[in-house]
């Protein structure tokens, strides 16, 4: 069984830093890559970036691009975001979720086999 939990969301202020971690049961990153996502009630489930097994490359929406970062950390079972710049409209629970093995970037929600419980981040004006 595959368990994702995410931490370090909370409130702050915009033009902030945040960092988001994801950590996993076992040993799970290798070979599937991880990705993380957001969402607003009443709208769809977002992408925002991913990475691959290896580390050796990534994938941002456009959305976040130069404000996002994920590495991840497969010794500790952990993947990370860093989120600088932060907007009010980035209000949203983030959720990490692990890649199906067959994809080496994937984008969407249903190229993602297993999920977090997300954790809410909210960004005020």
């Known amino acids: 069984q595959v368990q994702l939990v995410e931490s370090g969301g909370g409130l702050v202020q915009a033009g902030g830093s945040l960092r988001l971690s994801c950590a996993a049961s076992?040993?799970?990153?290798?070979?599937?890559?991880m990705g993380w996502f957001r969402q607003v009630p009443g709208k769809k489930r977002e992408f925002l970036a991913a990475?691959?097994?290896?580390?050796?490359?990534?994938d941002y929406a456009d959305s976040v691009k130069g404000r996002f970062t994920i590495s991840r950390d497969n010794a500790q079972n952990r993947v990370n975001r860093e989120m600088t710049s932060l907007k009010p409209e980035d209000t949203a629970v983030y959720y990490c979720?692990?890649?199906?093995?067959?994809?080496?970037?994937?984008?969407?929600?249903?190229?993602?086999?297993?999920w977090g419980q997300g954790t809410q981040v909210t960004v005020s004006s």
């Open positions: 979720a692990r890649g199906q093995g067959r994809f080496y970037l994937p984008v969407g929600p249903n190229e993602y086999d297993y």
């Open positions: 076992g040993r799970t990153f290798n070979p599937f890559a």
């Open positions: 990475i691959s097994w290896n580390a050796a490359h990534t």
